[in-house]
């Protein structure tokens, strides 16, 4: 083939050296447009994995680029005039232009054609050229001109940075954060050679400006970069390769590209000019050269035409972009929102910092740095109990009023279906019984309806009559004697989602027959397919209200420890609080505050009923996943705040499920950023749940202060045990196990380690 490669950055560069590698026959010319040895940027980080794909790839390369590494294990944490420091990291980096000039000539030593300072025309390239390599980075004049053809989405970040370099040695891959009158300023600096370091500034726009930094150029931003940072950079000089950019504008905005098709005719993307990765997890050039890998392979086999070749790079690139991507979404947020975290105790921020992108775990810091972890763990529970020990945070106690939780991990509620006529049976002993059992500090029912036209379905259970109150005494009976777990009422009344057929029917169909009628804040029907809801009178709102309040006082007599309001997913509260279902122009629609009344008009009835000494909970759903158009992430603190106000203990943040078209982005732990900001940002205690699966996710998720609780749901739905296993699994030992259960509890502790040394083992 004969190919024209657009940028002779690392991804263009590898590209040719990985055609040539595969054949020596292809034709292969770089255009830069640039000098050669000139860039932007100053060092590249490398992981271990990357390094074994570059070594598998052309070793030759691959040993020379080794060769020029800088090697550094620690990451340090500077706030406040403390350090954190932990060790295990493993980080290897090498200079930009060092990297491209290994590049450049390995690349020439294979016979490519190299043309520097050479612009390009794409129309007379694609006359000439079989296939066209758009590897012009992250402002790409290609991509942007044939933005529609590459379907392209560009998302400018909110923080201004700026990439300098420095002749001051880290030993340490290092944030140094500093508070100066406009606000907080941090850098990332870490050494990629004998004899410089990466020294990237990073702010708000607010302190940007607030600094005067929009009104400076890039000599006056330097100088007063080395002033705010002097105690780090020890009297060195901070420098900047960025000539080419003039006065502020060496200040930059992240932009995270991504293109649903990365392929047009014979134009392909590459790298930073397909996808971009945020600079704090420093993957973009590992994209880039994977992404190089890779096309080279399918462009070489035998059994693929051109354009199915091009059509199996993105596929086979695609899933890892974007676990990568997401991970990157992650860590710039962290740091866009950095303010919520500034009132952590160091080594809290440390961690919260160092498991920003969910790349890192907390058994992965174990693995890394056992002693630092342990420390961590023993300031977390320090700070819990005011006890000396470390033990994983998740089985630290909790305490909300009056009630004293044994550990941090929480059975969700979880719809089961299974009741008749409202009354919890048998099956519901078991169900609860065996969970409270089962080592977790709170079990939660289901969504518990106050009437019968308030029920989901007719398996829903309910808490109107005698003999509700009687069957949930039962059960609570039961868990309070054979364990040591609190139980949690959730009280919910099901609106325009009501009179559906059970959850493995049809979820969200009306019933085949017997329908009854329904009630909502608005005459707006969950989807096509759903009744339409009448709205509410003022008589309605006194009549559920005071069948809220009498469910309440049955839940006293029943026995239950506590009590949550389900204000969230879509039911009769949460059409009133998500502009998407309200549509009402009086007292009770419009404002977020008036959309609000009537829920906290229930909340506050129920709190006056329920015993001072016992906490309450509310879900909220924290997002409708609608944008502007429903209840936004910023709205959700102040419908926190508000519940708050009304005595709400805790904080249950879900998310979504309130209108039939919403379109969540889904992942590990994809609703905890939502209890994180609540949390941070309100002062809230709060219970984080949504794909929470694992042990080493609670911990992380507790340990990084973004909730109190970790609620699981499907997990405990085929494991009751599921807290038991895990304390197993950490040889955790002080857990309360019934007696009958001794036995097996000692069992499984010795295999589950036996097992954990195994795989220790060389």
């Not at 036995?743 to 589950?752: E, H, I, T, V």
């Amino acid at each position: 083939m004969k190919i024209a490669c657009i940028g002779g950055g690392p991804a263009g560069l590898y590209f040719a050296i990985s055609m040539k590698l595969r054949n020596r026959d292809h034709q292969i010319d770089v255009f830069e447009r640039n000098a050669r040895g000139v860039t932007f940027g100053w060092g590249v980080v490398f992981s271990d994995q990357t390094l074994e794909n570059l070594q598998a790839n052309d070793p030759d390369s691959a040993q020379s680029i080794a060769e020029g590494f800088a090697h550094w294990d620690d990451i340090e944490v500077h706030l406040r005039g403390q350090v954190e420091r932990s060790s295990g990291h493993g980080f290897v980096g090498i200079g930009r232009k060092d990297l491209l000039e290994i590049l450049s000539h390995r690349a020439e030593q294979l016979g490519v054609s190299l043309h520097f300072g050479t612009e390009c025309d794409l129309d007379l390239t694609l006359t000439e050229y079989d296939l066209v390599i758009a590897a012009d980075g992250i402002n790409s004049r290609i991509r942007d001109r044939m933005a529609d053809a590459f379907q392209v989405e560009v998302e400018t970040r909110a923080n201004k940075f700026i990439w300098l370099g420095t002749d001051k040695l880290f030993d340490a891959f290092t944030f140094a954060f500093e508070e100066t009158e406009a606000g907080w300023i941090w850098a990332h600096a870490y050494r990629f050679s004998d004899d410089c370091s990466t020294f990237i500034v990073e702010c708000s726009e607010q302190t940007w400006k607030g600094l005067g930094l929009d009104r400076m150029d890039s000599e006056e931003s330097i100088a007063l970069c080395e002033n705010i940072f002097a105690r780090y950079l020890g009297g060195h000089r901070l420098i900047s390769n960025a000539a080419h950019l003039r006065g502020s504008a060496a200040w930059l905005n992240f932009k995270r590209i991504s293109c649903r098709k990365w392929s047009a005719g014979k134009i392909v993307l590459l790298g930073d000019a397909a996808h971009t990765a945020h600079f704090s997890i420093g993957s973009g050039t590992k994209l880039a050269l994977e992404d190089a890998i890779k096309l080279a392979e399918v462009l070489n086999r035998p059994s693929l035409a051109p354009e199915e070749a091009l059509a199996e790079y993105q596929e086979e690139r695609a899933l890892e972009v974007v676990k990568l991507q997401n991970s990157a979404r992650n860590s710039t947020e962290w740091f866009e929102t950095v303010e919520r975290y500034l009132g952590f105790e160091p080594w809290q921020f440390a961690y919260s910092l160092m498991t920003r992108s969910q790349r890192i775990s907390h058994e992965n810091l174990r693995l890394r740095d056992k002693a630092w972890l342990g420390g961590i763990e023993k300031r977390f529970w320090e700070k819990a109990t005011g006890s000396e020990r470390a033990a994983p945070p998740m089985f630290a106690p909790f305490r909300l009023r009056q009630m004293d939780i044994a550990n941090r991990v929480v059975v969700s509620p979880m719809a089961t279906y299974s009741a008749v006529e409202g009354v919890p049976n048998d099956f519901h002993l078991v169900h609860y019984g065996s969970r409270a059992m089962g080592g977790a500090g709170l079990v939660f029912t289901e969504m518990t309806c106050v009437s019968p036209t308030g029920r989901i379905t007719p398996g829903c259970t309910g808490l109107w009559s005698d003999e509700q109150t009687e069957a949930w005494q039962r059960i609570t009976n039961y868990a309070h004697q054979h364990g040591e777990a609190k139980i949690c009422l959730q009280l919910g009344h099901s609106g325009g989602k009501g009179s559906t057929q059970l959850g493995w029917e049809k979820m969200d169909a009306p019933l085949a027959q017997g329908n009854w009628p329904l009630i909502a804040a608005s005459d707006v029907p969950w989807a096509p397919t759903s009744q339409v809801p009448r709205p509410m009178t003022r008589k309605d709102m006194d009549l559920v209200r005071d069948q809220f309040v009498a469910a309440t006082r049955r839940g006293i007599e029943a026995g239950f420890d506590m009590i949550e309001l389900h204000a969230a997913h879509g039911y009769l509260l949460s059409s009133f609080i998500t502009p998407l279902q309200n549509r009402r122009t009086d007292d009770y629609g419009g404002t977020l505050a008036n959309r609000l009344r009537f829920p906290l008009e229930i909340f506050r009835a129920m709190r006056d009923a329920w015993p001072q000494e016992r906490p309450m909970s509310v879900r909220i759903s924290a997002t409708d996943w609608a944008g502007d158009d429903g209840v936004t992430p910023d709205e959700a603190v102040e419908i926190a705040r508000a519940f708050a106000d009304a005595g709400a203990d805790l904080i249950d943040v879900s998310a979504g499920q309130t209108w039939a078209d919403a379109k969540p982005v889904y992942g590990r732990m994809f609703q905890t950023p939502f209890s994180d900001k609540i949390r941070n940002e309100a002062k809230l205690a709060t219970m984080a749940v949504g794909n929470i699966t694992e042990f080493d996710h609670a911990n992380a998720i507790l340990a990084s202060g973004r909730a109190d609780l970790v609620a699981l749901a499907r997990p405990h739905l085929i494991d009751p045990m599921w807290t038991l296993r895990a304390a197993a699994s950490q040889d955790y030992r002080e857990i309360f196990v019934p007696p009958p259960y001794l036995n097996g509890m000692a069992q499984l502790s010795r295999l589950l380690q036996r097992e954990a040394e195994l795989k220790r083992q060389p």
